[in-house]
């Protein structure tokens, strides 16, 4: 049995997740040795504010080689697309051009619009859906027309938000074969979903953000129902959110979803 042991440092916040579409009819067989995971949000150097271009120096200390893999929650520096050696820099720590490392954006990774620097290093696009141990691991890119991400006037990322909203659709409609269903993201989607989370520790989401432009509709709208139908199926939905750190650098949160 897979099991997850995702260990959160002082920058990270759990919620919630799930898996991929597999070749039909072939049975899922979990792996013999237990992979660890590691997931990081909101990790940049207060010290290093202006300058945006270094993470916690707690973390250029942390050793990442016992890690299968490492997911990133976003925010990584404070203006990562500032300069581009921010990205050769990032690769040292965490081998952001490597197929064990996953990065969801967030919206100071971004806001300097240069966002070709991440993606012709790491060779992937923003979001996108990969198989791995089991489990099929969605990465999301919540930043898209959001305002924190400064999108120019009078242009939009509609197209992206549709085609992101196309592949989740896909994924839960098609997914069969997996223990769990991932969906690594940035901003706090599912924080109102849960009921006891304190409100003051994860960023909030923007609620009247349109997750999608045609059909036009917000996260709860369109893709939770998606997700509970995936659940439903015996596939295990995880949503891990990165938004978190500016008020409290100290926090786990851990919820199952409840039985169908």
Known sequence: M???????????????????????????????????YIFLGHTYDWGHYEAGNKVDPRIEQFDFSTYHQIWLGGDICTETTKDPLTMAY?????????????????????????????TDFT?????????????CLVVLNTTLNHP??????GEDECDLQDLQYEMLKTISDTI???????????HSLVSDYIEDVNQSN???????LLFACEPEGRF??????????????????VFIGGDFGTRIKEY?????????
């Open 2 to 36: 897979i099991q997850f042991r995702l260990h959160f440092l002082s920058f990270c916040l759990l919620l919630l997740l799930a898996a991929c579409h597999k070749t039909p009819n072939v049975p899922y067989i979990a792996p013999e040795v237990e992979k660890k």
């Open 148 to 153: 924190q991400a400064k999108v120019p006037e």
């Open 252 to 260: 786990e949160h851990q919820k199952a979803c409840q039985d169908k």
């Open 176 to 186: 069969t074969e997996a223990s769990h269903l991932v969906i690594l993201h940035h």
């Open 202 to 208: 994860p960023n909030s989401y923007l609620p009247d």
């Open 90 to 118: 990032l690769n040292d720590l965490f081998s952001i051009d490597s197929p064990k490392t996953h990065w969801a954006l967030g919206n100071h990774d971004v806001r300097q619009r240069n966002v070709h620097y991440i």
């Open 220 to 237: 709860h709208e369109l893709v939770y129902p998606e997700m509970q139908a995936v659940q439903e199926r015996n596939i295990q939905v």
């Open 123 to 135: 060779k992937r696009p923003t979001f996108y859906a990969t198989y791995l141990d089991g489990i």
